[in-house]
């Protein structure tokens, strides 16, 4: 079969959370889907997921701190 073991899931969104920390929501949505296909349910793996999508359409500055804001300051 091709279900992925915990630790196997763990360490796709350990990978994905690398990626996203250093800017690369791609990459980071990549990881973040392989997660969800095995455990839909998996609500912190949906979360980064949505987060990633919004990050591309709205890229934070260079100096990102890795803190998600969903609200745009003016």
């Known amino acids: ?26 990459k980071a949505a990549f990881y973040f889907k392989k997660v969800i296909a095995q455990n839909p349910e998996d609500t ?12 591309l359409k709205n890229p934070p500055p260079d100096n990102w701190d890795g803190v998600y804001r969903n609200i745009i300051n003016t």
């Open 44 to 55: 912190v793996s949906n979360l980064y997921l949505v987060r990633c999508k919004a990050l």
């Open 1 to 26: 079969s091709d279900f992925k073991s915990e630790p196997e899931l763990m360490d796709l969104f350990d990978k994905g959370m690398a990626q996203y920390t250093n800017m690369k929501f791609k």
